[in-house]
């Protein structure tokens, strides 16, 4: 049963730069246990959507919602507790090249967890086992491949045990393989953790393997025009946009 309050909910949302409007009138629901896809092709302001929805960038007008607060309303203190509530794997995984699996995965549970080192290192052996990487623990980021090293980003990202995660193109850069096998890790993800998954992409085999609910940006109106289950979009949506970017162009003028 889909719950009344939403986790997520972006209400009259406006994006810019400077003088440049990005996006503007953005409302979109994210439920509990979705895997809910931001879509649409380069340039249409995905990103920094995810930016202002993690609180890296600030929303030119709107409100981003969680569990029914408003976080750009929160004072400093307030967004950080709610922060805390967020996984993130960026784009290129994000690891410090210095540091180990082991550590990278720590930093998160030195910072904000009252753990002790020896419950720290069995916290970090459970994420890594989680996403595949048991025994590269004293590994380094140059050492493993980028798939890895993505699914190493995923671990730190998961280290706190997040209601949210969110993902940036997570596809970007890897083979069909590894990309397929971070589709089936995003999934076995939500079951397992019970989490809240938010997915930019404009990869479709991800977008249709993995996404329960989706938008869609468009760059030329400047405004999310479908929203829906990306299979749904396929088969129902009448807006050449969209059919277009789901297809890319197979069914033109179909």
Known sequence: MENSMPVIEVRDLDLSY?????????????????????????????STLLK??????????????????????QDFPGQQAMMRRFGV????????SSLTL????????????????????EVVRVKLALVGLAGYANFYPAQISGGMRKRAGLARAIALDPDI???????????PVSARMLDDLILQLRDALGATIVVVTHE?????AVGNSAIFLDPES?????????????ANSSDPRVIQFLTRGEKQGA
Not at 18 to 40: A, E, P, R, W, Y
Not at 104 to 117: F, G, R, T
Not at 204 to 208: G, K, P, V
Not at 222 to 234: H, Y
């Open 165 to 175: 995660i969110f993902f940036d193109e997570p596809s970007a850069g890897l083979d």
């Open 222 to 234: 400047r405004t999310m025009i479908a929203s829906g289950s990306p299979k749904d979009l396929l």
């Open 102 to 121: 082991e550590e990278n995965v720590a930093l998160p549970l030195q910072i904000y967890a009252n753990l002790s080192a020896e419950q720290i290192r």
């Open 52 to 73: 202002v929805m993690i609180g890296l960038k600030d929303p030119e007008k709107g409100k981003v919602l969680y569990g029914g607060e408003s976080f750009w309303d």
């Open 18 to 46: 400077g003088d440049v409007t990005i996006m503007s009138g953005l409302n979109f629901k994210v439920q509990k246990g979705d895997i809910f896809i931001v879509m649409g092709p380069s340039g249409c302001g995905k």
């Open 204 to 208: 479709l085999a991800s977008i249709f």
């Open 89 to 96: 794997l960026y784009q290129g995984g994000a690891l410090w």
